[in-house]
């Protein structure tokens, strides 16, 4: 039987070169997309942030950045979410005494920073500074010793006025021991002296000045705690000795409830860039759902393509099957075929992996987080793409095969003449509906949530429908003749009405051959307008807010407090709000299981903020957002806490710092300025660097008069620029980030092109297989011009219904998520949408058309 099933498989692989290539083609991409993303998860899950700063120390201690919420779910165990802090938890001051104390520590270093604009060098110290104006970390000398600087010219900072620079900034300011220097920090800039110069082999270190432990301590502005310790180690101790000796010399708890971590060799890092973990932590997630995703569009186009491999031949097999071939020798022969197309294609694809996922892991804005490649990575890649697609393959031939191999040879016969298959299996079918109406139900859920659970909702009924859709295909494509066929057979004469009697007569074919098409045009419906509908609702409203004709920015650290006061004082000014933007953590149940969800929160001055910024406050007044304990909500988000005026909120700031905030007031515009709104006096004493990031600015006329008397206010404030004000001023978020943009090249470029390729695949190997259809016609006296027309037409049809059905199955998730995100309809520019239409389009074409002509040229020519 073995030698039977092999010389079956041997000859029909020969017979049917052409259909298989499509499979081949569409099996090699997909392999190519799943080992592409195991390859950027592998990349990223061990990613840690570059060691710059403590390249010098022996470990560095820190706090946990982390912050966890423990709740027990509805008849279930505790559960915890844990999430990271989007500011620095800084250490108390006495745990630098302690760490000094630990075995094996020659010296503990508390390693403060300030950010500093050096503004010019000069020779004296009343001389102005012109040689411009850069921005570098301010640093105790003490600390120094953990990069390493050392002393290249001069002698250390002895007193309050005096610095030292690095090379690269002395080299910029054109400064030398015993010249002067500007400095600014967080008021009028002022003169220092340069003490020494000094340099570091480590090339990846900020620009720095250091200044005496003393007076960085008081420029911090937070005496009692440091922002880590920096530790080196007596000559030959080991880094797991020294972290057992830290750990048990250190407490507990860092500054309130937080942990204390001690960090060494790469983890090093995690100290300085303290958002480098949070930002890969919620990569992660978004990446295994795009790959999620991508598994779920690979496995259900090789599923199509095969099963339609598969139905094409239901004829030949039926014939062996009536010859006395028996079913196992059947399924044999199919699976050995299958086997060795895929299995050449999995492993093509698992090496092709390799380089797309180099390209899309150059595509990710990971910084300051470089993603290494392990040795072992492309290989594991490779070898899970392949394993899995070849794992799927054969169940599924075997599968498709099932109707023709179960038949008996009297009945085979008949099946050998039937020129379609017959309907779906009940099976298939009562799946089929029952995912359909599971996905409109999620939708419907989607309109009653906000928020991440909506969009959880609507991306569950897409995936619902989506499959729903593939399952009931022929169905669909016999309810489309019905619409279409009477236009087409009406508009298209001869040819027309072959063209709608083939595909009403064939509608199994026109099912399998819109299923990618809908695949296509649902995903990428779908990412581009959840994004685009949010991101003009968010525009909308910020435009709605903004009062302020002019804004104030400055250099990346922002613009100290002081420059807003001086504002607020300039002639023609009526009122000038500094925006400090920070970030908060909201505990809370979904569906009974804890959450923790990360809010950018902007600070402001209350008593300013009606003349630059009007959130569409519905109760309270915003007047009142003084002091440390108030807070302004956003209505939606209001009514999901159950909270109104004067009630509490538990929040947690930036650093993790646990508090209890009174509801003064709720507004509308939730969207484009964030849900919670907070005083800036309660943010500044937990934000990394208390400095604004926009001045809003509001002036009796707008003018060119009043915007010059605010540049001179802002004139001892280097780096300071006054514009118009924009939406974007007040924008809780950046309009489109670089993440985003990635994401969108990853999902919709990268799946939404191998979704394409698999409708060339797909049609191609349906037109493949009517050669013998075209030859009758050309038979009975079609012209080869009446045959080309068909195509078109039928072309046509596919694309036509494949876009309809794509659009009204990502629209009813889409609807729900916009109206119960935005209160508005979804919004894809037409722009998008028609490249959308002509992409799939031309795969249409390209499946339909090219096999037509070019492969099919010997059956168009034939003679009547």
């Known amino acids: 039987m073995r030698r039977a099933s092999a010389f079956l498989a041997r000859r029909s692989l020969k017979t049917h070169r052409r259909a298989w290539a499509a499979v081949f083609a569409a099996t090699t991409a997909a392999a190519a997309l799943i080992g592409a993303f195991a390859f950027v998860l592998g990349s990223l899950l061990p990613a840690q942030p570059p060691v710059e700063r403590y390249a010098g120390a022996d470990a560095v201690v820190a706090a946990d950045q982390k912050v966890t919420y423990t709740a027990k779910p509805w008849g279930s165990e505790p559960k915890t979410a844990t999430t990271y802090l989007p500011e620095r938890v800084r250490l108390d001051r006495s745990v630098v005494r302690k760490a000094a104390a630990a075995d094996g520590v020659t010296k503990a270093v508390a390693d403060d920073s300030v950010p500093v604009t050096v503004s010019g060098g000069s020779t004296g110290p009343g001389a102005p500074g012109g040689a ?211 299995g050449v294609a999995a492993v093509l694809g698992g090496i092709g992996g390799v380089p797309l996922g180099l390209l899309m892991r150059s595509l990710l804005t990971t910084d300051p987080l470089p993603l290494p490649v392990p040795v072992w990575l492309p290989f594991a890649a490779g070898a899970t793409a392949a394993v899995l697609v070849a794992l799927a393959a054969r169940p599924v031939s075997m599968l498709a095969a099932r109707s023709i191999t179960r038949l008996r040879p009297a009945a085979a016969l008949d099946a050998a003449r039937a020129p379609e298959p017959g309907e779906p299996g009940r099976v298939r079918t009562v799946f089929g509906v029952v995912l ?228 003064v007031a709720l507004y509308e515009l939730a969207l484009g300025l964030g849900e919670f709104m907070l005083p800036r006096e309660a943010l500044a004493g937990h934000v990394e660097t208390p400095r604004d990031q926009r001045i809003l600015i509001r002036t009796t006329d707008g003018g060119p008069a009043a915007a010059a008397a605010v540049r001179r206010a802002l004139a001892p404030y280097t780096g300071a620029q006054v514009r118009a004000a924009t939406a974007d001023d007040v924008r809780i978020a950046p309009s489109v980030s670089d993440e985003d943009n990635a994401m969108v090249v990853i999902g919709v470029g990268v799946i939404g092109g191998f979704a394409l390729l698999a409708v060339v695949s797909t049609l191609s190997l349906i037109t493949v297989g009517r050669r013998p259809e075209f030859r009758l016609l050309r038979m009975v006296g079609a012209s080869r011009r009446q045959v080309r027309r068909v195509l078109v037409l039928e072309t046509g049809l596919v694309a036509v219904t494949g876009l309809t059905i794509g659009t009204l199955v990502a629209a009813v998730p889409l609807v729900a998520f916009a109206v119960s995100v935005t209160g508005s309809v979804p919004y894809l520019p037409p722009v998008q949408y028609g490249v959308l239409a002509l992409a799939v389009t031309v795969a249409a074409g390209a499946g339909s058309l090219w096999p037509g002509a070019s492969g099919g040229r010997l059956v168009l020519k034939h003679r009547r």
């Open 132 to 342: 411009g104006a850069a921005s570098a970390v301010g640093r105790s000398w003490e600390s120094a010793v953990l990069t390493p600087y050392r002393l290249t010219d001069g002698h250390a900072p002895r007193t309050s006025s005096e610095v030292v620079i690095d090379r690269a900034l002395a080299a910029a300011a054109g400064s030398t021991a015993g010249s002067h220097v500007t400095l600014q920090f967080d008021g009028a800039p002022r003169v220092y002296s340069v003490s020494g110069v000094a340099d570091t082999a480590h090339r990846g270190a900020a620009p720095a000045v250091f200044f005496t432990e003393q007076r960085l301590t008081a420029l911090a502005g937070h005496p009692g705690t440091v922002d880590a310790i920096g530790i080196v180690a007596e000559k030959g101790v080991p880094a797991g000795t020294l972290r057992a000796s830290l750990a048990a010399a250190l407490p507990d708890r860092a500054h309130g409830d937080h942990g204390i971590r001690v960090l060494t060799g790469s983890e090093r890092g995690q100290a300085e860039y303290v958002g480098a973990l949070g930002a890969r932590g919620d990569l992660l997630p978004l990446l295994a759902s795009i790959a999620g995703t991508v598994l779920m569009v690979a496995l259900l186009v090789i599923a199509t393509t095969l099963s339609q491999a598969v139905h094409q031949r239901s004829g030949e097999l039926a014939l062996l099957r009536a010859v006395g071939a028996t079913p196992r020798q059947l399924r044999s022969a199919v699976g050995r075929e299958v086997s060795r197309v895929t």
């Open 436 to 663: 359909a109406v599971a996905g409109a139900g999620s939708a419907g859920a989607a309109t009653a949530q906000g928020g991440q659970a909506a969009a959880v909702a609507a991306s569950g009924a897409a995936t619902s429908l989506i499959i729903a859709v593939a399952l009931l295909g022929p169905r669909i494509a016999r309810v489309a003749m019905r619409v279409l066929g009477t236009p087409v057979r009406r508009l298209g004469g001869v040819s027309g009405f072959l063209a709608a009697r083939s595909a009403t007569a064939h509608h199994r074919r026109l099912g399998a051959a819109i299923t990618p098409i809908v695949l296509v045009v649902a995903f990428v419906c779908v990412q581009l307008t959840a994004g685009s509908t949010l991101e003009q609702a968010a525009d909308r409203q910020a435009a709605a807010a903004l009062r302020a004709d002019l804004v104030a920015t400055g250099p990346a650290a922002g613009l100290p407090a002081a420059a807003a006061r001086a504002v607020r004082e300039a002639p023609g000014v009526t009122a000038a709000t500094g925006v400090l933007r920070s970030g908060i953590v909201l505990a809370h149940r979904e569906m009974g299981d804890p959450k923790l969800d990360r809010f950018p929160v902007l600070g402001v001055t209350a008593d300013q903020l009606s003349g630059t910024l009007d959130p569409h406050v519905t109760a309270g007044d915003p007047a009142d957002l003084t002091g440390k304990d108030t807070v302004a909500v956003g209505k939606d988000r209001a009514a999901d806490l159950d909270v109104g005026i004067g009630d509490t909120v538990k929040l947690r700031l930036g650093d993790g710092t646990e508090v209890r905030l009174r509801v």
